[in-house]
């Protein structure tokens, strides 16, 4: 864990908060301090969660599992109560690090720990069943639990080792920029912020700035205000971000050419799902260094980037130093395995990796120069009555791009033609306006792949109300479920 120290000098500031700001020995001793707590419980080796805001002790809090061999359980804050307790159970969780004790003993951690921090320690009174037994709990210092398409929560086993050498690999990749600050947009419980945001700042010794996500912008589990995220990246004159594509969005539709609010960045990269095309050459057109990259919990977060070294628009970049893949006859993304476990399933059993290659359920393919592109989901694909093959998400990109649609979902399997379900970027924008934009786009598209039905939907997908994961990724099955009366009417008459 240590390594990333050798870069950093003794009085240099490597995490702030806006208030307060911490050099390698003021996160040293506090990440003593949290060792030491984690050592007098009274089950010193089992599970601990992490249920806060953003902030510098929640990274002090995950190097100091690290330290003693821990593993740490960050539980989104966009999760249900249901949800919360299906990954306590499962993961063995002893004890929890929260600053609201009403919260804490809901979820049954009723005895406080000694601890002393703006975050506590509560313990559980009994030892629960679930992973504490287990023989390779030592491999795993991180369980990322990822909204799936079912209500409870999937658990992905990762080790220190196979989350820093993603932030190493990334360190080297985006060296030459010489990246001093790092501003975390996204919550420290998506992985995609603790490593490729955390772990990748601490690597090249840029100074993490970790403050609340209501200062960046971020409210609940889907409400952004791009002005109020521009506002702390010239107020920290931040040069590295992490945003999801539709936070990328909102900040191009809020944002003016060259706007000096931005002028600090020297990359923002984008991932969590697709991003559109026409998007990418939006914001690059008003002066934001956006690059696009892919990635999956199962492989610690990022696989594959486009650097301004190397970039190539519409791809997600070429694939980490640390990272071997290959795509199979049936045009789907396969990531050479590192033997170690991958899934907690259902109660108390780890899933060891099977096989030499990782199957990711992505569809893509590579260019002659290593560029990797994403084509879509392999589970997505549609079938028409005519036997088309259809990924939803080339028409959705398309959706997308054209700016008036802040999500949108195609549907049509087994029907003649394909439908979408729209959630409208503008409240005011009208059923004209949306016809206008959907005939134009169907010009760029053949005719099996044309939308040729639309509803427009009132409420946005979000993980608040289950529809999406923490990355913006659409949970179609429950999506269909929800609006199958809109859908059946929309083909009521075809």
């Known amino acids: 864990m240590r390594s990333w120290l050798n870069s950093i000098s003794e009085n240099q500031i490597i995490l702030s908060s806006g208030t307060e700001s911490w050099d390698k020995a003021a996160l040293l001793k506090k990440v003593s301090e949290v060792s030491e707590a984690l050592l007098n419980r009274k089950n010193p080796k089992a599970p601990a969660g992490i249920i806060a805001d953003n902030s ?62 703006e975050l506590k320690l509560f313990e559980s009174m009994s030892v629960l069943s679930g992973m504490v037994d287990q023989p390779n709990l030592v491999e795993v210092q991180k369980i990322t639990y990822t909204s799936g398409t079912t209500s409870e929560p999937k658990g992905v086993c990762l080790s220190t080792d196979q989350q820093w050498s993603v932030a190493q690999s990334l360190e080297e990749a985006l060296r030459t920029l010489e990246i001093k600050k790092h501003l975390n947009v996204l919550p420290l419980s998506v992985l995609l912020e603790n490593i490729a945001g955390v772990y990748t700042a601490l690597s090249c010794g840029a100074e993490n700035i970790c403050v609340p996500l209501s200062e960046v912008g971020l409210h609940g589990s889907s409400n952004f205000d791009a002005d109020a995220c521009m506002a702390a990246i010239e107020k920290y004159q931040a040069e590295s971000i992490i945003l999801l594509p539709q936070m990328l ?127 879509g989901r392999k589970k997505n694909v549609l079938i028409t009555s005519f036997g088309r093959n259809i990924s939803p998400e080339w028409p959705e990109s398309l959706l997308l791009g054209s700016g008036l649609f802040r999500q949108a ?86």
């Open 56 to 117: 510098m002790e929640w990274i002090a809090i995950d190097l100091a599992t690290q330290e003693i061999g821990v593993t740490l359980v960050p539980l989104p804050s966009f999760f249900t109560p249901s949800q919360w307790l299906h990954a306590i159970k499962s993961s063995g969780m002893q004890a929890i690090f929260c600053p609201q004790e009403d919260v804490a003993r809901n979820l049954g951690f009723v005895f406080q720990n000694g601890y002393v921090g």
């Open 249 to 375: 969005q909102a900040i191009v539709a809020r944002s003016t050419k060259q706007d000096p609010r931005l002028k600090s960045l020297k990359f923002v990269a984008v991932g969590g799902g697709k991003t559109p095309v026409a998007l990418i050459k939006a914001a690059k057109s008003m002066g934001i260094p956006v690059y696009e990259g892919y990635g999956l919990s199962e492989c610690a977060s990022v696989l594959a980037l486009n650097t301004p070294k190397d970039e190539r628009i519409g791809s997600v970049g070429k694939v980490l130093s640390n990272r071997t893949i290959r795509v199979s006859k049936d045009g789907e993304i396969e990531v050479k395995n590192l033997n170690l476990p991958h899934y907690l399933e259902k109660m108390d059993m780890l899933a060891a990796s099977s096989g030499e290659w990782l199957a990711t359920g992505d569809l893509g393919h590579l260019d002659d120069d290593g560029f990797l592109y994403l084509d």
């Open 409 to 494: 979902m195609v549907i049509g399997d087994g029907q003649a033609q394909l439908g979408a379900l729209l959630v409208k970027a503008k409240d005011d924008l009208s059923d004209e306006a949306i016809q206008t934009a959907i005939t134009s786009v169907n010009q760029s598209l053949p005719d099996y792949a044309q939308i040729k039905h639309w509803y427009s939907v009132g409420e946005p997908f979000t993980p608040g109300n289950g529809l999406a994961t923490a990355n913006g990724r659409l949970k179609r099955d429950l999506i269909k479920h929800k609006f199958n009366n809109q859908i059946e009417l929309l083909y009521a008459n075809t």
